[in-house]
DNA sequence: ATTTGTGCAAATCGTTTGCATCTGA
DNA sequence: TCAGATGCAAACGATTTGCACAAAT
């Protein structure tokens, strides 16, 4: 954690460049949600995940670093379940498919939905993005 | 309320073909979530509402029968904010617009939205519904 | 040195539950 | 009668907050 490697520079280059200041604990939390491709968490399952690997970090601190890499735009919330927070280390344009009752989500590639184009935004609204989400159950 | 004329007759009717016991609460509680067209609320909404209604109705038993009504398909569950459950007294198939930061839930009908044939489901799991979410934020 | 972030524990908020009591069929 | 509903208060789980301490610029 003192040996800069490559790797951890730019953790600390991407953090700067979104405005934050690279703390041990975030720098080691982007490592913690960036290691194995893109995935929908919620704050206690990336505190076991970050406990597991031996980065202690409080729970608190979990909940301002997922709120404040969500407003960097590192991370993307995603509002499916009622019973939960997850968040999206996928910021590009895509879609979910929710399990329902298994609180398990899934991706679905942007271009495997096509939409025409969006219905009308009210006056002195502005489109933020437009999400699909196919709700699916276990059969039977 | 112990005069029954027509409206409240349909309510328990409904609720009867629900499968869902008429009872005090429910039949009222139905009148107030169908009173004023479609919208969407929260459990402390209608509690809220029901009381300036003059109907008295615990808050656990609100949460009951919002949860009754949504299993009967009365009623509908919108995930959109992750901060609480909306219920939505509009169970066609339709999407919603969310405003950022008002909590503010607005409809789409279905028709305005084109989507192709759904992507693929995986091997197991059924379609229990597609829905699109609008994500809208006041301008400036 | 100053500003910003962190950890802890307590507080908050939405929601659920256990249980005694009531009510509709 | 009696299964099923309700109300209350207490329990719960996820998330937030206040504040003293620590670390980054």
Redesign the pocket.
């Known amino acids: 954690m003192t040996c800069p490697t490559a790797p951890v520079l730019d953790l600390r280059d991407r953090l700067r460049r979104a405005g ?7 720098v080691s939390l982007m490592g913690v949600l960036f290691a194995k491709g893109h995935r929908h968490l ?3 399952a990336l505190h076991e995940e970050a406990s597991q690997r031996g980065v ?6 979990i ?3 997922l ?1 404040q890499f969500t407003g960097a735009g590192i991370l993307r919330e995603v509002a499916v379940d ?4 997850y968040f999206d280390t996928n910021t590009h344009n895509h879609h979910h498919m929710f399990v329902e009752g298994e609180h398990r989500i899934l991706d679905i590639p942007a271009e495997a939905v096509q939409l025409d184009e969006s219905p009308d935004i009210p006056d002195g609204f502005e489109l933020v993005r437009m999400e699909v989400v196919l709700r699916v159950r276990r059969k039977q």
């Open positions: 934050l200041r690279p703390t041990r604990q975030r919620t704050a206690e202690r970090v409080s729970l608190a601190t909940y301002n670093t709120h009622s019973a939960k927070t």
